[in-house]
């Protein structure tokens, strides 16, 4: 009852009409009167429909992002592990991770024409493919994408991803997919320290405490196969490839800011541009170097490199692009999940050994990672929801007194007859 007097009482008083008969008298203020009354009702009817649609509206909304979400990060967990255990597949036949790399990297390329067509399907104003590329081409600057922003922007930005990539997949090789999967989720840990010394973002405790879970974690993966040549390697290169892949978003959002969605595509698509230009002789070196050799290409598994290309292209765009249809954090929780799946998946298919130690190491460093999808007002909204709390507890407590002393008279007033009753 006090809260529909509340949402009545601003109606009442915004109708002008009850304001005016004040100055009616006898019986045309009483025939007046029920007029406003009726209009309250009304008001106060289609106020609280309009209400419920939005609700409505806003729970429909927020039904579709979380069930879409949860699309994605099934997609991103299936399509990370898939990618990482058809690759520790794939150098049982084809010892070569860096032309892997290579190979996967000139997928890339598909990302423009990709955006391009759900443009084409989902904007109502149709660009052709040359206005549309130039009108993402802005994001390089004024002069869009000439020679010189394509040697200072898009080239280190070209190294680190294949380096990333390349220094990923060589850990593959060294140590189990289970181990190379949790090292890399300390990359957001990396991601947060290079963020606060370089582009002085705002300090967080909890951020802090995750990337000492993230420390603490990376030296007791190293403890639970005894500080062997052979997985300290192996750790030290996924270790890199995490502070590769924090490097190149640090510098991105240093040098380049933020991206729209075709600015990001086309981005993408010129790193394969800069892959096929620079990167090809590499492969080549190593070929016939014999580093990486194969003796016909008849041997390549073709299948494997294919599968793997395309896994990690979906992995790249839902992690790019899933932002449109649902929560970031959602996206990154995807990343999270696909380590028990590896963890699964080694424990049938190799000699995995799930001691204690190796156990602490991924809860600490999945800790870890969770502590850093933390919002950055997180501290506020727990503040205000234990305010909340606080409030209604209050409220509950002064309602129960009431009952009890509406209570007692009553017990009072029972008792009272009988007293009656025993004098006479």
């Known amino acids: ?23 009616v008298e006898g019986d045309e203020r009483s025939r007046e009167s029920p007029a406003p009354a009726e209009a309250q009702m009304q008001a106060g009817a289609e ?69 391009y067509l759900g443009h ?35 080239a280190p930005f070209g190294v680190l991803w294949t380096l990333t990539n ?6 593959i090789k060294k140590i189990n997919t289970t181990d190379v999967s949790v090292l890399f989720c300390c990359n ?16 967080m405790g909890v951020r802090i405490v995750a990337a000492i879970f993230a420390i603490a974690g990376i030296v007791m993966m190293t403890y639970a196969d005894g500080f062997h040549s052979h997985s300290v390697i192996g750790i030290a290169l996924v270790v890199g490839s995490a502070s590769m892949s924090a490097l190149y978003k640090v510098l991105f959002k240093l040098l380049l800011g933020s991206a ?17 230009l620079f990167v090809t002789c590499i492969p080549v070196i190593l070929y016939f170097t014999k580093v990486e050799y194969w003796s016909s290409f008849d041997i390549v598994p073709w299948g494997n490199l294919c599968g793997f290309s395309i896994l990690l292209l979906t992995f790249n765009i839902l992690l790019n692009f899933g932002i449109a249809i649902t929560y970031p954090t959602l996206i990154s929780l995807g990343i999270v999940l ?16 799930f001691n204690s130690v190796r156990v602490i190491a991924i809860i600490i460093i999945g800790l870890g990672f969770l502590l850093l999808l933390l919002p950055e007002e997180w501290d506020v909204w727990v503040i205000k929801l234990l305010t909340r709390l606080k409030v209604r507890k209050k409220e509950e407590i002064p309602e129960g007194n009431g009952d009890i002393a509406s209570g007692l008279p009553n017990k009072s007033r029972r008792t009272r007859p009988s007293m009656s009753s025993f004098a006479h």
């Not at 802005?138 to 200072?152: A, E, Q, S």
């Not at 957001?188 to 300090?203: E, G, M, N, P, Q």
Request: hydrophobic share 45%.
């Open 338 to 353: 696909s380590v028990p799946v590896n963890a699964v998946v080694d424990h049938y298919t190799s000699e995995i050994v």
């Open 166 to 171: 390349y220094l990923y997949l060589h850990a």
């Open 47 to 115: 106020g609280s429909a309009r209400v419920n649609r939005c609700c409505w509206k806003c729970s429909v909304t927020q039904l579709k992002k979380i069930f879409w979400g949860v699309a994605v990060v099934l997609g991103v967990c299936s399509s990370w592990s898939g990618s990482t255990q058809l690759a520790k597949l794939t150098f049982k036949k084809f010892d070569a991770p860096f032309t892997l790399t290579w190979f996967a990297t000139n997928w890339n390329f598909l990302f423009f024409p990709l955006y």
């Open 188 to 203: 957001k840990a990396f991601v947060f320290l290079l963020s606060w010394i370089v582009l002085r973002d705002r300090f």
């Open 260 to 276: 729209k969605f075709g600015e990001a595509a086309l981005f993408l698509s010129v790193l394969a541009v800069f892959n096929v």
């Open 1 to 23: 009852m006090k809260k529909h007097s509340a949402r009545v009482a601003p109606l009442s008083a915004c109708n002008s009409p009850v304001l005016t008969l004040t100055k």
């Open 120 to 154: 084409v399907f989902k904007s109502a104003e149709k660009q052709s493919p040359k206005q549309r590329y130039r009108e993402c081409c802005r994001f390089f600057g004024d002069n869009g994408l000439t020679l010189k922003v394509f040697f200072t922007k898009a």
